[in-house]
């Protein structure tokens, strides 16, 4: 959902939404009936598909998987409905679900309805109030440890969402599972491996200093800025977005994962965050870390282990898109600049390691 741009109204492929048969399913919601109007897409960071529309008075932005789905693209989509709608009424900064668990054959894939969020995505706008106050933007990113600290807190078993993830080993899992993966891209034809100076030696590094102790807790699991939503009028955020690695895990890893992902002006990095990434004036690792801690109980003296984490995590993730470019299966343009992030992300790792 990162940078939920609207887009001119366009005429809409059936293929992607049967407009239809979501009505129909909508009338047994006893949701307002209507004509619907209105329908535009929404850009953002992600494939997964996003329209807007009006009918019977009131606003709705529908989200699916992509229009070729992968083989986990129902399910993820039916993840992030159910945690979404056990987060309604947490306080926690969200998309609210209005509406889902439709059947897969309603339009041909899991879907859901949700209440459109009045804010912007630093990715693709930067306001002049924004642009023009480095405190407000140092704010915007306090706002963003708030409200990954203040999820982090919640009991997820008293939400419901026991068995939404598999905490026991969560850890220990990290560096095997994501190895594995890195692996996994060898079968992209073209891809000539991972040239990534000294994967093994942070993996090693982070079994050989994993915390022993850590307590379990709702993980977004992608939490850079690029999937938030800020608000017009001040540094506050509107909603966190983008949902689909969302987990049961160590929320510290969120912490981790926005330090990791800082942008600093001058990285290929900071591109990511479009012209916030470009301006600066985010707080320190260090003001991040201890802004956290007033939201969040848990013990911050392992950060700088799980901000190596996300180098390492996030890394792998991106090299996959530079593995599947080199096959021709994404533009090259595309796997060149991810490529280029993970270099970076693997020499920050390298120097928190020292």
């Not at 056990?86 to 059947?103: E, H, N, Q, Y």
Request: hydrophobic content about 40%.
């Amino acid at each position: 959902m990162a940078g939920m741009s609207v887009a001119q109204p366009v005429e809409v492929d059936r293929d992607v939404v049967d407009f239809a048969a979501v009505g129909k399913w909508m009338d047994e919601q006893g949701l307002p009936a209507g004509e619907f109007t209105g329908v535009a897409p929404l850009g953002g960071g992600t494939q997964n598909i996003m329209l807007r529309f009006t009918r019977g008075g009131r606003d709705y932005v529908l989200r699916r998987g992509p229009k070729h789905l992968r083989a986990a693209s129902n399910n993820v989509i039916r993840r992030e409905s159910r945690i979404l709608g056990a987060l309604d009424g947490t306080g926690i900064r969200a998309p609210k679900v209005i509406a889902a668990g439709a059947a897969d054959d309603v339009i041909g894939a899991s879907f859901y309805l949700m209440e459109p969020i009045n804010g912007f995505n630093p990715q693709t706008e930067l306001p002049a109030l924004h642009a023009g106050d480095p405190e407000i933007r140092r704010q915007m990113g306090l706002s963003a440890v708030e409200a990954i600290a203040r999820l982090g807190a919640l009991d997820h078993e008293a939400l419901g969402l026991a068995d939404y993830g598999k905490p026991d080993g969560f850890l220990e899992r990290q560096v095997p599972r994501w190895l594995k993966e890195l692996e996994s891209y060898s079968a992209n034809e073209g891809y000539a491996g991972p040239e990534i100076p000294g994967v093994e030696r942070v993996g090693d590094w982070l079994d050989r200093n994993r915390p022993a102790q850590w307590k379990p807790g709702i993980l977004h699991g992608d939490c850079h800025l690029a999937n938030m939503m800020f608000s017009y009028d001040g540094p506050e955020v509107a909603a966190m977005v983008d949902w689909e690695m969302s987990t049961i895990g160590d929320p510290l890893l969120d912490l981790g994962w926005q330090i990791a992902t800082r942008p600093e002006p001058g990285t290929t990095g900071a591109a990511l965050i479009g012209t916030l990434g470009a301006v600066g004036g985010l707080p320190t690792p260090a003001e991040m870390i201890e802004h956290y801690g007033k939201f969040n109980d848990r013990d911050l003296s392992n950060a700088t282990w799980y901000t190596v984490l996300a180098c390492f995590k996030l890394g792998i993730v991106l090299e996959g898109t530079y593995a599947r470019a080199a096959a021709g299966k994404a533009p090259k343009q595309v796997g060149d600049f991810l490529h280029a992030i993970t270099l970076e992300l693997f020499d920050k790792a390298h120097r928190l390691m020292e």
